[in-house]
């Protein structure tokens, strides 16, 4: 898929004006888009839900634009439920999905009204004890072995730490019951970026067998399936996107033979989407300071891992737009790279891009999830501002870079400015 910067190398000179490099430029039209084509994707069942991972992109305005178009929010922890709840959303609008959960996040989970999904079997009684046992109620399920898909290994669940196991299901379904749960729902992730359309459909038969057979089992009502995250995006220009309206056809057909005949039609189909929502509505705009010839050549951004982790953690692929050199050939070798005191802080290693000069602007793709969410402070690095772009072309800040005093902020030291 061609990888085109939401803004031209003009453009971004005229936003540096007021918002100096490095930002985060989120695409307002893109985020509805993508919102509005999810939608329409699963317009077939009558109770789906998105429940956008906070954790992706955990901005009360990006939030918000995702409210306004229906979605609600998959929180993990207290602060993300703060932001939920300031931003609008209410009681079932609001997942929780976490995982080695102190008691007050359960608390606050439960006076918000959140949908409470349980990761583990002690977490019935923990949670019966500290806030008490909803009505509605969801469990994250863990099949164990290798989750693969035409034979080929997508990912080992016997070694993640989520979810119960398949007969912990049906004790904590029947233990729930008794302790007053009247709706149940089913939570799985087994999975992360996955391309090629496959992996709803798959997960969801499973997750729709699983469901039948605890339905059996248990005889209690299940309500929901969520089959959360794990849509992938194609970092690379030569992978495909996912088809959304095919992935939502996949689950409709195994939703139609499994669930149907066993007159479970009234299922809702929830998502928790953070990636394939916001991943390529994000782009990190950087400055090249230096540029360094040594045994390879370098260039050095006034941007780092602190802003974007992923290269760095996972040796993950991002895509570089040299900005105004867009249509000049890539015949130059760089390791593009931050400021950090770590050899692996490099957005790219032996990447080809037109030549660059001091003062060019690069593009780096995809970075709307999983990117500004992940920033840290290491070297004292400060983190960036956040940007949207909205559709009428108007660009807004809709969070400040940091600053020193943030950075001191939790120190009390003679001499530090909390001033600036
Ligand atoms: C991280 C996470 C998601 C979102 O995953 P993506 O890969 O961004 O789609 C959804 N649900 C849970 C429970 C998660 O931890």
Same mark, same amino acid.
């Given at each position: ?20 490099? &490095? ?13 509005? !084509?999810?939608?329409?994707?699963? %317009?077939?069942?009558?109770? +789906?839900?998105?429940? +956008? ?22 929180? %993990?922890?207290? @602060?993300? $439920?703060?932001?939920?709840? !300031? ?37 019935? #009684?923990?949670? #019966? ?27 080992? &669940? ?5 979810? +119960? @196991? ?26 992360? =970026? ?23 089992? @248990?005889? /209690? ?19 495909? &996107? ?12 195994? +939703? ?31 400055? /090249? ?13 006034? !941007? ?6 992923? &290269? ?9 737009? /040299? ?12 390791? /593009?790279?931050? %400021?950090?005191? #770590? ?13 660059? #000069?001091?003062?060019?602007? $690069? ?13 840290? =402070?290491? =070297? ?41």
């Amino acid at each position: 898929m061609k990888k085109e910067p939401f803004v031209s190398r003009e453009e971004i000179e005229e936003i540096v004006r007021s918002h100096p490099t &490095p930002f985060h430029l989120y695409h307002e039209q893109g985020i509805r888009q993508t919102a509005r !084509a999810l939608q329409q994707a699963f %317009s077939w069942n009558k109770g +789906f839900k998105e429940y +956008f991972a906070v954790k992706a992109t955990p901005n009360p305005r990006i939030l918000k634009i995702l409210r306004e178009e229906g979605c609600g929010v998959d929180c %993990s922890s207290k @602060t993300e $439920l703060a932001l939920s709840d !300031a931003v609008g959303f209410r009681g079932e609008e609001i997942m929780f999905s976490s995982n080695a959960t102190p008691a007050e996040e359960y608390v606050y989970a439960k006076q918000l009204g959140a949908i409470i999904n349980l990761d583990d079997i002690s977490h019935i #009684e923990f949670l #019966e004890k500290h806030a008490g046992i909803p009505e509605k109620i969801s469990c994250r399920y863990n099949p164990g072995g290798e989750f693969t898909i035409h034979n080929k290994i997508m990912d080992s &669940p016997k070694d993640a730490k989520y979810g +119960f @196991t398949k007969k912990q299901m049906r004790e904590g379904f029947i233990k729930l019951k008794e302790k007053g749960a009247k709706e149940f729902g089913i939570h799985a992730f087994l999975a992360s =970026n996955t391309l090629g359309g496959e992996y709803y459909p798959v997960l969801a038969r499973t997750l729709f067998e699983t469901a039948v057979w605890l339905q059996k089992e @248990t005889g /209690v009502h299940i309500g929901f399936i969520n089959l959360s995250g794990g849509i992938g995006i194609p970092y690379k220009p030569d992978e495909e &996107p996912n088809d959304i309206s095919s992935i939502g056809q996949g689950v409709k057909l195994a +939703f139609e033979e499994v669930l149907v005949p066993a007159g479970m039609g009234d299922v809702a189909i929830f998502t928790e989407l953070g990636r394939y929502m916001l991943g390529p509505n994000g782009q990190l705009v950087a400055k /090249v300071l230096h540029i360094k010839n040594t045994y390879k050549d370098y260039l050095g951004l006034d !941007a780092c891992a602190a802003n974007l982790m992923r &290269p760095a953690m996972y040796g993950a692929y991002h895509h570089i737009t /040299v900005a105004g050199k867009e249509g000049q050939p890539a015949e130059h070798k760089y390791d /593009v790279t931050g %400021s950090l005191c #770590e050899n692996n802080d490099k957005f790219a290693v032996d990447r080809m891009l037109p030549e660059v #000069e001091i003062g060019d602007y $690069l593009v780096i793709h995809d970075t709307g999830a999983h990117g500004h969410a992940m920033g840290y =402070n290491y =070297n004292g690095k400060l983190r960036s501002a956040e940007l949207l772009l909205h559709s009428d072309g108007e660009v807004e800040q809709i969070r400040r870079a940091e600053t020193a005093a943030d950075y001191f902020a939790t120190l009390d030291y003679p001499g530090l400015a909390k001033g600036d």
